[in-house]
């Protein structure tokens, strides 16, 4: 009787341990089947990972060589603008208003890498004085400072970009004399005959009305080529100015501020203008 149930359990033993047997490849082959899902699944990922960052890849090269040819652009017609005359610069945008487009993206973006605009600066003076007053903005741009201030803003440059802007050369504004509290130069300066500019300035400005200027600074760093700032503050005092405040605190550029003498001398003397040297940008 002992033997007949000694052999019914090793019986089950052995059909427990075929069924374990059988069962077993199922088991590996649902795992199996889940491991080639996800590796199909992985390298899909993967693909689809290579086939996106080859697109970015590219898409990062065309801005990049677009960027180039734009700052190439911008040099160009950089170096253009210092090198001729108002009236020669007022007729080469004639011919192709969108350059002077491509110049002022250019122009911003040198100006992204300054960490203070001096246009800004010279809005927070005009907050400090007297909204009435007002100002004739040579080479305005985009007429930025006109539209963050309340005073009664003429914006001038060599095309009207803007609505309120009024394009000419900066030499022969449409304004009649003595009717400008403040003329502003911010970083316009340039040509070959901005002493003209100034000429014009002073015919516009009322008596005892401002002159604002905004430089580059290394256009008056004697020890780089750059105008000796005496001798050009000397220039301008002899056009018909009193020199009232310098500053040159700031590493990018310098601020002049003079004011129209009240009282103007005949003085027929030929002013001596110092030399300043065109700002030209260097390939980034």
Excluded at 29 to 38: A, N, T, V
Aim: charged share 35%; glycine share 4%; with cysteine.
């Amino acid at each position: 009787m002992e033997g007949k149930r000694s052999k019914k359990r090793k019986r089950a033993k052995r059909l427990k341990f075929q069924k374990e047997k059988d069962d077993s490849p199922a088991v590996e082959e649902i795992d199996e089947s889940k491991e080639e899902e996800e590796e199909e699944s992985s390298d899909c990922a993967f693909a689809k990972r290579t086939k996106s960052q080859g697109l970015s890849k590219s898409s990062t090269f065309l801005e990049k060589m677009k960027a180039r040819l734009s700052g190439g652009h911008f040099r160009m017609l950089n170096e253009k603008l210092y090198t001729c005359t108002g009236k020669e610069a007022l007729e080469y945008f004639k011919e192709d208003p969108e350059l002077f487009n491509v110049y002022h993206a250019g122009y911003q973006e040198q100006m992204s890498h300054w960490p203070e605009q001096p246009v800004n600066i010279i809005i927070e003076w005009l907050k400090d004085h007297s909204p009435s007053l007002v100002v004739a903005d040579f080479g305005c741009g985009d007429a930025r400072l006109a539209k963050n201030v309340k005073n009664k803003v003429f914006s001038f440059d060599l095309v009207a970009n803007d609505p309120s802007v009024i394009a000419c050369d900066m030499s022969k504004t449409p304004l009649d004399s003595s009717v400008i509290d403040v003329a502003v130069f911010c970083l316009s300066l340039m040509g070959t005959n901005l002493a003209s500019f100034l000429k014009e300035a002073h015919r516009v400005l009322k008596p005892c009305g401002w002159l604002l200027i905004a430089e580059v600074k290394s256009r008056f760093d004697p020890n780089t080529g750059g105008a000796d700032p005496k001798k050009f503050s000397k220039a301008v005092c002899e056009l018909g100015f009193t020199s009232v405040f310098k500053d040159f605190s700031n590493k990018m550029f310098i601020l002049l501020y003079f004011k129209k003498k009240d009282k103007q001398t005949s003085n027929r003397k030929e002013i001596e203008w110092p030399e300043l040297k065109p700002c030209l940008y260097k390939r980034r």
